[in-house]
């Protein structure tokens, strides 16, 4: 605390900037750090490497797919129980947990951070911070680099912690306005190898608090600014005349999920999130760029430049952002293989593009859509998906062998209501209306995508909504897990249910796959469901929901 | 008569860790208080440069305005000019490059200085209210100094100039209206050092002299002989009243302290007489002060209870039993409260949030009791005390002047989260 005091105040290096800067790099290599954290080839190979799960989703590419083929479906209905860790902390767990060489390390809802054992969840150091919230509760992980764990906080920190011992190296402020900034998610570790430059690309969630979205090209050494690019053009940008006077300040458009690199072109796909004030779009007429669209910034320089960007949702006033991290992928389209970026959004929609030009090759509504084009109003109106409906963050997964995209949808709908005006108070949500009330059943279903066509090749429906993302295995299978708790593993070809697990939290985080000692294993964090909450959820014990749990399972023993 | 002694006890409006609940009726609050006399030369001068930057900021935007210039950079410098004018070399907006034509204090600067103090002189409330209209114009002026065509340059302008007519006052007025110019006119604030004061429930035994009673300026007395006789720089009075060889001049405060004079009261409140004279636009400009420094009771013990057993089934999923938030911010305590002050949040403000905004996945989908409820479940869960009047389930307009923050005192309840029991 007394170091984050004093870089608050500015006067943590009171020695020359060069000294300061060699003892950060001193205490980093505290323990030789080589093993502890990955380095920059480690990352471009990160796909291909069963054994560590060393970015939110896998590798690059943004594609949780594992070679690892120990688990296959004739024995994953073996799989059982390894272990389970609980955190001490409240809050649904929405984590991608880290893991390399034999560590898992996991984030909970208010910035706890803890180094597990890989193979028995075994505590190994744990780093408790306990920020000041001022919205929403979650973290999504780390980033592993450098001897450090990397990880931003709900109060707009930027820490880094010794990877093997869990001590604090640096920390400092990194967000504008701490009254609408702060981080959910995970650091992503870059190396540019035309400038030699390490970074940490880090976006900002500020979308529904009236804030204006960046993505920030951070040093691991010192978290100083390497690049900022402002995800709503300013005055004289291109794009800037979609916003009407000054709304561009207050524009939103966050970039909150994931990164994915395509290393060969140094390019990089972000998903921005929605315009704001969210509900009223009458005072921003325009199309509100690049407010829910997927952008393509070339990064090999000293500052990206934008490549080309596709908007989703044109002018959006449901808070549908594509919140899916897209996924870049070569697929089969007719008889062709080409250069694929998927994602999709939270109106209900999955669209695959042409990674290379930004151009639709296929849009597919895979949830429930109603009474999209009507804006709400201040009596009130209905529309499909409501805000937590649709594709979720937690994403989906591509497969080479079947040609198939897998991705969870939810189906709810919701009552939208609009204001007269909309009145920034910092601090607050800047919605110019209220979030969505739930109508109606809340359901959900497993959708595989046959990315040659569009068409579903089979969808798999739950009578609760299905968060819990996409992993598919090299053997496969298909991980997802269920709001309701169930973890379950389905053939990729028939979209059978081949093992089902009832973990006793809600699953509101994607799952991933490792190995030690060359043994296979699966993960995935549950519990409380918090804002994700719905009616039809099963009655817990506890006021605040079940506990917080990681759950790993492997085959035999 | 106590001295008034500045002390470090005051905390300053801005980063104050007591900056509690800040109310007062619109016309504001006089009260005349035995012992509080200030005549201190000192805070007369503070007084008198507060006036003069703030008439610097004014002028800087009028005379761009006036100037018909092409650049641009004229108005942003104007802008910039009087936003230096009221903040100082420390103000956050402070920008050396447009240079300032007030002082280094700034008039901003010059009043948290005189507020800065034990006590609670008569013109503090005046003073808060004149502060906190040049912090709404200094908003503006922010706006006007990186404007990008004239129009909003107006736009800007002209909002801030009425918060710093507000501020500016005039010396016919008495409390918030009456501004910097009606405290310099009609308190101890506008007695010039080294004047002879005397009690102003008499008529002077000598001139020139000035009639003070209760921090009061009831008149001034300037000799009736031949010659030029100065005067206080500024004067509330609409009269002259010839006397005994001595003119003398009552201010606007007159009728005011010759009350507290009759009824030998000066310790029994009276409040000021109500302002009819300003235009109907002007009382709203004004923002309250903080005269009434008790927190007030908002709400009913059987209310809050009732909003208890709501709370945990309606929001603890996301607030979590302890209110600490689980899913979603803290609601109660000193973590919420951190929220609170640094955001300046209003009672209006957590009122709206709460009536609108929640329950975040079903707004709007309780009745108006039930959110009073929780409301008066929310203040008391922070230690706001609990009186016969329920929080009411419709809006009120002077919740937007009722400031949340920690409430003063000790409480010996609260427990390790600052969170009071309801029960």
New interface residues.
């Given amino acids: 605390m007394a170091l984050r005091e004093q870089l608050k105040a500015g006067v943590a290096c009171l020695a020359p900037v060069a000294l300061c800067l060699s003892a950060v790099v001193w205490l980093g290599a505290g323990t030789a750090f080589a093993q502890d954290t990955p380095n920059a080839s480690d990352f471009l190979n990160a796909a291909s490497d069963a054994a560590n799960w060393i970015l939110p989703h896998k590798s690059y590419s943004g594609n949780p797919y594992t070679n690892a083929t120990e688990i296959n479906p004739s024995n994953v209905g073996n799989l059982h129980l390894a272990w389970t860790f609980h955190p001490a902390d409240?809050?649904?767990l929405e984590v991608s947990p880290i893991i390399y060489n034999g560590t898992m390390y996991v984030t909970t809802?208010h910035d706890h951070v803890y180094a597990l054992d890989a193979a028995t969840g075994k505590v190994k150091w744990s780093f408790t911070d306990n920020p000041?919230?001022?919205?929403?509760?979650?973290s999504r992980g780390v980033g592993l680099f450098d001897g450090n764990v990397y990880f931003g906080t709900l109060d707009g920190h930027l820490i880094a912690l010794n990877a093997a011992t869990g001590e604090k190296v640096w920390d400092k402020v990194t967000v504008t306005d701490t009254?609408n900034s702060f981080y959910t998610m995970a650091p992503v570790p870059y190396h540019n190898p035309t400038t030699g430059q390490d970074m940490l690309l880090l976006g900002v969630s500020n979308g529904d608090w009236g804030g204006r979205g960046n993505i920030t090209a951070f040093n691991p050494k010192d978290g100083s600014v390497i690049w900022k690019w402002h995800t709503v053009p300013g005055?004289g940008q291109p794009g800037n005349n979609t916003w009407p006077g000054d709304t561009w300040k207050r524009g939103g458009a966050a970039a909150w999920t994931g990164a994915t690199i395509d290393p060969a072109t140094q390019t990089l796909y972000l998903n921005l999130g929605n315009p704001q004030p969210d509900f009223l779009g009458a005072v921003r007429p325009g199309a509100n760029l690049y407010s829910d669209s997927i952008v393509a910034l070339d990064i090999s320089g000293a500052k990206p430049k934008l490549k080309w960007y596709y908007q989703f949702i044109p002018h959006d006033t449901h808070d549908w952002d594509p919140v899916m991290q897209p996924i870049l992928f070569s697929g089969k389209v007719g008889n062709q293989e080409r250069q694929l970026v998927a994602s999709g959004d939270k109106a209900g929609n999955v669209w695959i593009l042409d990674a290379t030009t930004g151009k639709l090759i296929s849009h597919t509504p895979a949830s429930f859509q109603f009474n999209q084009n009507t804006e709400p109003s201040l009596a009130g109106n209905y529309a499909c998906p409501n805000t937590?409906g649709g594709v979720e963050f937690e994403g989906g997964a591509f497969d080479p062998a079947t040609n198939t995209l897998f991705v969870p949808t939810q189906n709810e709908c919701g009552f939208w209501?609009s204001?007269k005006d909309a009145v920034y108070?910092?601090?607050?949500?800047y919605?110019g209306g209220?979030?969505?009330?739930?109508v109606g059943p809340d359901t959900g279903q497993m959708n595989a995508i046959d990315v040659a066509t569009g068409i579903f090749n089979w969808r798999h429906y739950f009578n609760l909504p299905n968060y819990g993302g996409a992993l598919v295995t090299a053997s496969g299978l298909v991980f997802s897990g269920n709001l309701g708790g169930q973890e379950n593993a389905f053939d990729t070809r028939t979209g059978n249910i081949l093992w089902s697990y009832d973990t006793g939290g809600f699953i509101t985080a994607p799952t991933e796959s490792y190995e030690v000692n060359g043994k296979q294993y699966v993960v995935v964090a549950s519990g409380?469901?918090?804002?994700a909450?719905?009616p039809e959820l099963p009655q817990s014990t506890s006021?605040?929901?079940p506990a917080p749990v990681v759950s790993a399972f492997t085959l035999g023993h | 008569m106590r001295p008034i002694r500045p002390t470090n006890q005051r905390p300053s409006r801005k980063n104050g860790p007591a900056a509690f609940l800040l109310l007062a009726a619109l016309a504001g609050t006089a009260v005349i208080s035995p012992g509080a006399r200030a005549d201190s030369a000192s805070d007369h001068r503070a007084g008198m440069a507060t006036l003069t930057d703030l008439k610097a900021a004014i002028t800087s935007i009028v005379q761009a305005n006036d100037s018909f210039a092409t650049d641009r950079n004229v108005y942003h410098r104007a802008s910039q000019r009087a936003i230096n004018a009221l903040e100082g070399t420390h103000g956050p907006d402070y920008r050396p490059a447009a240079g300032t034509p007030g002082d280094a204090l700034g008039a901003i600067g010059h009043i948290d200085a005189l507020l800065h103090r034990k006590g609670t002189p008569v013109w503090a409330a005046p003073l808060d209210s004149a502060e906190a209209n040049m912090r709404a114009a200094a908003a503006y002026l922010l706006d006007a100094s990186h404007a990008r065509s004239l129009i909003r340059f107006q736009l800007a302008t002209s909002r801030a100039l009425t918060y710093l007519e507000v501020a500016r006052g005039r010396p016919t007025e008495v409390g918030a209206l009456g501004g910097m110019e009606g405290t310099l006119a009609n308190t101890v604030l506008g007695v010039p050092a080294g004047a002879a004061v005397e009690n102003g429930c008499s008529r002077p035994s000598s001139a020139p002299s000035y009639g003070v009673h209760g921090g009061y300026l009831a008149w001034i007395a300037v000799p009736a002989s031949a010659g030029t006789h100065s005067l206080g720089e500024t004067s509330g009075g609409h009269s002259l009243i010839v006397e005994h060889g001595v003119i003398v001049l009552p201010t606007a405060a007159a009728a005011l302290v010759a009350k507290a004079c009759r009824t030998h009261a000066a310790a029994t409140p009276e409040p000021a007489p109500r302002n009819t004279a300003g235009p109907a636009a002007i009382p709203a400009m004004a923002i309250p002060t903080p005269a009434n420094r008790a927190p007030p009771a908002l709400y009913t013990k059987a209310q809050a209870a009732a909003g208890a057993r709501l709370f945990a089934v309606t929001c603890v999923a996301c607030h979590g039993a302890n209110l600490q938030g689980t899913a979603a911010p803290a609601v109660a305590g000193t973590d919420f409260l951190k929220t609170v002050e640094k955001n300046g949040w209003t009672l209006e403000a957590l009122r709206y949030l709460v009536f609108n905004n929640m329950p975040f996945n079903a707004p709007r989908s309780l009745s108006p009791s039930q959110y009073a409820e929780l409301l008066a479940f929310l203040l008391a869960s922070n230690c706001y005390p609990a009186g016969s009047k329920p929080f009411p389930a419709a809006d009120d307009p002077a919740f937007a002047q009722l400031k949340l923050g920690p409430v003063p005192g000790p409480h010996p309840n609260a427990n390790q989260f600052g969170v009071c029991p309801t029960g």
Avoid: R
């Avoid at chain 1, 000041?132 to 979650?138: K, L, P, Q, T, Y």
């Avoid at chain 1, 409380?528 to 804002?531: D, T």
């Fill in positions: 409240t809050g649904p809802a000041h919230v001022i919205a929403f509760a979650a009254a005055p937590l209501t204001t108070v910092a601090g607050q949500f919605l209220a979030f969505p009330k739930l409380p469901a918090g804002n909450s719905i006021a605040s929901g």
